[in-house]
């Protein structure tokens, strides 16, 4: 199945437009969803191969699982999160889809899940915003968040590659993240760890998220937004937050972020602005940075800016970094330049207010 078709059957109960129209005036992230999915199975055995059928668009609804399957034991699940715009002539688009497609394979692999084949991603993606195309919020800064996962759904108790899965979508409409958002005051874990070597943290799997829950409640305690994590094994190396990839912005025209070491989530977001940064002229460096040299930077005023990006807040200003024996000042400039003109890009980019020289966009409608 390489190019697949997605039948589609309409919901018979789509919400009343009255409803939908309040919920679209104010829907916040990640509260309601539309009257639609896409979903795709498969049968067969992680080593030898299988076969995706049944692609199809039907009503949202409940997934029935036997109490047995396996997804509930033993956590094989991954996902995604990307987002459709909607552009000031009613086109709608995508921002780099094949780039979660990609994504979504290497964390499958690295679960043990079935490879979707090429173009289905994307197809399913477009299949389900044409259909909900009508939920999609009309703003500054709206959108329409998608949330592609596969799931392990055979009914089998035993320790090993399932074989049979679903891959399904669902999506939810999104309010404004745009705007100036505040710097956030940042915790740092000492307890907890993110992920380690040869573990899953480049993988957007469930466990992960379900892992950091419990450090981001020391930091909630400890009056801050987001937590951090580090490599206590490397020198205390930055990693990332619990969803976002993390940035710094030298006086010397520098941006340093963590490099891919395995244990770091590839970041769309974190790959546009390393672009983005790269044709203003800076120079982009992918490479260890660790708490000394964060301590060191702010200390002696080299480093001006930090943020933090992902889909979800484009990019947002990091405040203090505090942990249970130290507290890091944030830097000199919050919101500085290099940040604002970066988020501008990338925002622009999307609602097509800026022209897209890097060919970002994917057109659904
Ligand atoms: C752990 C983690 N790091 C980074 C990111 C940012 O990735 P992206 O820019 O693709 O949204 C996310 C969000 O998906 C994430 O969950």
Redo the contacts with the bound molecule.
């Keep these: 199945m390489n190019t697949p078709e997605f039948t589609v059957t309409a919901t018979a109960q789509p919400l009343h437009p009255d409803r939908r129209a309040e919920i679209l005036a104010d829907p916040g992230f990640g509260n309601y969803t539309t009257d639609h999915v896409a979903k795709v199975e498969w049968d067969g055995d992680y080593s030898t191969g299988g076969t995706w059928h049944d692609a199809r668009v039907e009503p949202y609804a409940p997934l029935t699982l036997d109490p047995a399957t396996a997804v509930l034991h033993y956590g094989q699940e991954v996902f995604e ?1 990307l987002k459709a715009y909607r552009h000031a002539d009613g086109s709608v688009w995508l921002f780099r889809p094949e780039r979660n497609a990609e994504r979504l394979n290497r964390s499958a692999r690295r679960l043990a899940l079935p490879q979707l084949p090429d173009g289905m991603f994307v197809e399913a993606v477009k299949a389900l915003v044409r259909q909900d195309a009508h939920w999609i919020p009309e703003g500054e800064g709206t959108s329409l968040y998608l949330r592609p996962f596969m799931i392990a759904t055979e009914k089998f108790l035993g320790v090993r590659p399932t074989r049979e899965a679903l891959f399904e979508i669902i999506a939810s409409p999104a309010g404004n993240y745009f705007g100036t958002p505040e710097p956030v005051d940042i915790w740092l874990s000492e307890t907890y760890s993110r992920a380690g070597e040869g573990g899953t943290g480049n993988a ?1 799997c469930g466990g ?1 998220y379900a892992a950091s829950l419990l450090p981001q409640l020391e930091g909630e305690a400890q009056g801050c937004k987001q937590v951090i994590f580090t490599d206590p094994h490397r020198g205390h190396a930055i990693e ?1 937050l ?4 993390v940035f710094f912005v030298y006086r010397d025209n520098t941006l340093v972020t963590p490099e891919l070491t395995g244990t770091i ?1 590839e ?4 790959d546009s602005v390393i672009e983005l940064a790269r044709e203003r002229g800076m120079t982009v460096q992918e490479r260890r940075i660790t708490l000394d040299e964060w301590r060191e930077g702010i200390a002696e005023d080299r480093i001006s800016e930090i943020f933090a ?4 807040a484009v990019i947002s200003p990091m405040g203090r970094l505090r942990s249970a024996h130290e507290e890091i000042p944030a830097a000199a400039e919050t919101n500085g330049e290099v940040t604002n003109w970066l988020r501008d890009q990338l925002t622009g980019i999307q609602t097509g207010r800026v022209e897209d020289r890097f060919g970002w966009l994917e057109r659904v409608l």
């Excluded at 970041?267 to 974190?270: C, D, E, K, L, N």
């Excluded at 990006?309 to 979800?312: D, F, L, S, W």
């Design positions: 999160g957007k992960n990332e619990g969803g976002m990839n989530l970041g769309v977001t974190r990006c992902g889909t979800a």
